[in-house]
T-cell receptor, first 113, second 112 residues
Framework: SQTIHQWPATLVQPVGSPLSLECTVE??????LYWYRQAAGRGLQLLFY??????ISSEVPQNLSASRPQDRQFILSSKKLLLSDSGFYLC????????????FGAGSRLTVL | GEDVEQSLFLSVREGDSSVINCTYT??????LYWYKQEPGAGLQLLTY?????DMKQDQRLTVLLNKKDKHLSLRIADTQTGDSAIYFC????????????FGSGTRLSIRP
């Protein structure tokens, strides 16, 4: 079965520091991969998605970037964090066919102070 | 447009039915989904419906789709305390099958 590993689970970082959140998947190959952010009291915002290695689509211009160096690895980064980057970051995957059902990881909670 | 909209809160008495509503703007949506998020957790798929259907039932859950009005609803029969969660509506579009857009989520609370 498909599983998604995200780490770290919780992170507290100062403003201006760099960020790297990692997502790896198992039990599938050539998935579509997604980063979503859920800010406190708000909905789920699509940040990036990737249909293959090195292919990244950015949905919202912002302080963050994503990379997909391997088929089953998706990384969310920032060079300098802002207070507004605080939130709950969720990695997700779908297969290439069928109903595009998302499988989510457990999330990484980022607090920027 | 890109919007998927939901009301933010719903309060229901235990044992009653809950109806959570969602509107979307893109007529090219292929699949529409309902996800559930329990406190501090990721999202889990509850059910989904293909855009050529108008109803889908799965045990206590009934999904209704009005494609003309771009309106989706989720009915939970005999609501229980374990149903307390945030419910997200989402759509996947024919024009970009990889892009899945979520609403803001509806927080369902159950009162005794």
């Amino acid at each position: 079965s498909q599983t998604i590993h995200q780490w770290p689970a919780t992170l507290v970082q100062p403003v201006g520091s760099p960020l790297s959140l990692e997502c790896t998947v198992e039990g599938t190959s050539n998935p579509n991969l997604y980063w979503y952010r859920q800010a406190a009291g708000r909905g789920l915002q699509l940040l990036f998605y990737s249909v293959g290695i090195g292919q990244i689509s950015s949905e919202v211009p912002q302080n963050l970037s994503a990379s997909r160096p391997q088929d089953r690895q998706f990384i969310l980064s920032s060079k300098k964090l802002l207070l507004s980057d605080s939130g709950f970051y969720l990695c997700a995957l779908t297969g290439k066919a069928g109903a595009n059902v998302l499988t989510f990881g457990a999330g990484s909670r980022l607090t920027v102070l | 447009g890109e919007d998927v909209e939901q009301s933010l809160f719903l309060s229901v008495r235990e044992g009653d039915s809950s109806v959570i509503n969602c509107t979307y703007t893109d007529s090219s949506s292929t699949y529409l989904y309902w996800y559930k998020q329990e406190p501090g957790a990721g999202l889990q798929l509850l059910t989904y419906i293909f855009s050529n259907m108008d109803m889908k039932q799965d045990q206590r859950l009934t999904v209704l789709l009005n494609k003309k009005d771009k309106h989706l609803s989720l009915r939970i029969a005999d609501t229980q305390t374990g149903d307390s969660a945030i419910y997200f509506c989402a759509e996947s579009r024919y024009s970009s099958a990889s892009k899945i857009i979520f609403g803001s989520g509806t927080r369902l609370s159950i009162r005794p």
